[in-house]
C-alpha cells in the first residue's frame, strides 16, 4: 500500500559527505572523514595524518592500517585538508586511501570524490575546532571561577592543593605540581596532587642556575615536549612524566610560585589552546591566592583585635574587682581573729580569689599569644601543651607561674621542662577519675643547698590505684632544675 512505502533514502555516497559535520566533537569528525571516504571510494585501507599534531592533540586517525599497503607498494592516493585560519588556509593534515576493495585501481573520479570530501572536511573541522576551543574555554573559565570561591568564601585550609588539583582535573595531567622559591634561590616542590600516589615529588627542588629556572623565576611560562628528555629539566622525578607545562604564578607584580602540570609519558602533547588557557588559569588562580591570603591577615586581624580588648577588659575591671574584694576580705580576716570558724572561711575565700587572679593573668597572656603561630616564649609553649590535654581530659588545667619566667630560664632548661609536663600530663590523662588539674611553673623556687633554681608540679586528683575509690590525696608530680 502506498501508506507502508518507506520514504527515499538518500545516496550512500551523499549520506557520507553530509555526515562529516553532524558532530562537533573533533575526534569524533575525524573518523567520520575517514571513514566516509573508504566508504565514497570503496577503499580497504583509508587514514588521516595531522601535520601539526600538538595543534590538536591529536597524531592520526584510520580506518585500517594504511602502512602494510604502502610496504607491499599498492597504489595510494592522498589530498590535502586545509583549514581556515586567521584569514588563510593552513595544512591541517593528508588524507589517504589504499587498496580498493574490488581489486580495481583508483580513478579519476575516486580522487575528485575524495577531493571533495576533503574541502567539505576542512570546514567541518574547522567547526569542531571552534567548538572544541569554546568547551575548553568555558571548563578553564568555570574551574577558574571554582578555585577563587573556594578560596575566598570556604577558606580552603590548603589553598595551594586547591589549586593544583583543580589544574590538573582541568589539563588532564598525572600530576598537579605547586613549587615556591627557595631561600638559596631556587624553587622546591611543596605541594602535589596527583591521580597516584604523589610519593617523593614534594620536597623536590630545582637547583640555582638551572634554565629553566630562569625563565621561571622572570615570570615566563616554560612548555616541555617530554620533560624525560629534555635538558632545561633536571629534577630525579622528570623521568615520570612527558609533555608538561611550568606556569608562573604572578599577581600584583609578584611571584608566589609555579604551577606545573606535567602528564604521563607517551600522553598527547598539550595543544596551543590548552596552553592559553592554562596560563590563564594560572593569572587568576594567583590573584586568587593573594586576595585569600589578605582575607585570611584580615580576618586575623580582627581577632588579635578581640583579644586584645578581652585581654584589656579582664585586666582593668576583672583583675582589680578580684583583687579589691580580695583585700576587703583581708581586711575582715583581720577583724575575725576571735572566730576561728570564721577566720578559716575567710581565709580560704581569700586564697581562692588570690588562685583566681592568677588564672584570668594566665588567660590574658594566652589571649595576647597569636592563635595561629606556634609559640615562641615558654608560657606558650606550656600552655600550648595544657590546651592538648585540655582536649582530651575535657576540661582546662589550671595553671599558676610564678616569678621571671621567661628571662630566667635558659633553652636547654626549657626544653626538659617540657619534656617532664609532657609526660606528667600524659599519666594524668590515663589516670581515672580526674576531675581537677593543677600546674605550677615557679621560678622562684630555692633547691636543695640553697640554689636557685625553677620548680615544675603537676597535680591531679585522680585514682591512684586500681582498687582505689577516689578522694584520696591525688597525685603529684615534681621535677626541678637549677638556674
Known amino acids: 500500500m502506498p501508506g507502508d512505502a518507506s520514504p527515499p533514502s538518500l545516496p550512500p555516497r551523499l549520506e557520507a559527505v553530509l ?9 569524533t569528525t575525524l573518523q567520520h572523514i575517514v571513514d566516509g571516504a573508504a566508504e565514497l571510494t570503496g577503499a580497504r585501507y583509508a587514514g588521516l595524518g595531522m601535520a601539526d599534531p600538538g595543534q590538536d592533540g591529536l597524531v592520526e586517525i584510520r580506518k585500517a592500517d594504511p602502512g602494510r599497503a604502502e610496504r607491499e607498494g599498492i597504489t595510494v592516493i592522498d589530498v590535502p585538508i586545509l583549514v581556515r585560519k586567521e584569514g588563510d588556509d593552513e595544512e591541517f ?29 576542512g ?34 585550609a590548603d589553598a ?15 600530576a598537579g605540581v605547586v613549587l615556591q622559591p627557595t631561600d638559596e634561590g631556587g624553587m622546591e616542590i611543596v605541594t602535589a596532587a596527583a591521580l597516584d600516589d604523589p610519593g617523593d615529588i614534594v620536597g623536590t627542588t630545582i637547583a640555582p642556575g ?3 629556572l630562569v625563565q621561571l623565576l622572570g615570570g615566563e611560562p616554560v612548555f616541555v615536549d617530554d620533560s624525560a628528555t629534555d635538558p632545561r629539566m633536571t629534577t630525579h622525578v622528570r623521568h ?57 591577615r584580615r580576618a586575623r586581624l580582627a581577632v588579635y583585635e578581640d583579644r586584645d580588648r578581652i585581654a584589656r577588659d579582664l585586666h582593668d575591671l576583672v583583675v582589680q574587682r578580684l583583687f579589691a574584694t580580695g583585700m576587703m576580705l583581708e581586711s575582715t580576716q583581720r577583724r575575725a581573729e576571735g572566730d576561728d570558724k570564721v577566720h ?37 609553649k606550656v600552655l600550648r601543651e595544657v590546651a592538648g590535654a585540655a582536649a582530651v581530659l575535657g576540661r582546662r588545667p589550671s595553671v599558676h607561674f610564678t616569678g621571671p619566667v621567661e628571662h630566667r630560664t635558659p633553652s636547654p632548661v626549657a626544653a626538659q621542662l617540657l619534656t617532664a609536663l609532657r609526660r606528667a600530663l600524659a599519666a594524668a590523662v590515663h589516670r581515672p577519675g580526674v576531675t581537677r588539674v593543677e600546674i605550677t611553673v615557679d621560678a622562684t623556687a630555692v633547691l636543695p643547698g640553697g640554689r636557685d633554681g625553677l620548680r615544675l608540679t603537676v ?7 586500681a582498687d582505689a575509690t577516689g578522694g584520696g590525696a591525688g597525685t603529684t608530680a615534681t621535677w626541678q632544675a637549677p638556674l
Open 19 to 27: 555526515g562529516i559535520g553532524s558532530d562537533l566533537e573533533l575526534r
Open 93 to 121: 593534515g593528508r588524507l589517504y586511501l589504499a587498496e580498493k576493495l574490488d581489486g580495481t585501481e583508483f580513478t579519476d573520479n575516486d580522487r575528485q570524490l575524495l577531493s571533495v570530501l576533503a574541502a567539505q572536511a
Open 123 to 156: 570546514i567541518a573541522i574547522g567547526n569542531a575546532r571552534l567548538y572544541e576551543t569554546a568547551r575548553q574555554r568555558e571548563r578553564w573559565i568555570e574551574g577558574a571561577a571554582a578555585v577563587t570561591t573556594a578560596l575566598l568564601t570556604d577558606g580552603a
Open 160 to 174: 595551594l592543593m586547591t589549586v593544583a588539583d583543580r589544574a590538573r582535573v582541568l589539563a588532564d595531567a598525572a
Open 210 to 212: 638551572s634554565p629553566v
Open 240 to 296: 615520570r612524566f612527558g609533555p608538561s607545562m611550568l606556569l608562573p604564578l604572578r599577581a600584583e607584580g609578584r611571584l608566589i610560585g609555579t604551577l606545573a602540570l606535567p602528564r604521563r609519558r607517551g600522553d598527547r602533547p598539550y595543544t596551543d589552546v590548552e596552553r592559553l588557557l592554562a596560563t590563564q588559569f594560572a593569572s587568576q588562580a594567583a590573584l586568587a591566592l593573594v586576595l585569600a591570603d589578605a582575607r585570611r
Open 344 to 380: 578559716e572561711i575567710l581565709g580560704h575565700a581569700v586564697d581562692e580569689l588570690h588562685a583566681t587572679v592568677q588564672e584570668v593573668r594566665t588567660t590574658i597572656f594566652a589571649l595576647q599569644q597569636p592563635p595561629a603561630d606556634a609559640p615562641t616564649t615558654l608560657r606558650g
Open 459 to 465: 597535680y591531679d586528683d585522680g585514682d591512684i590505684g
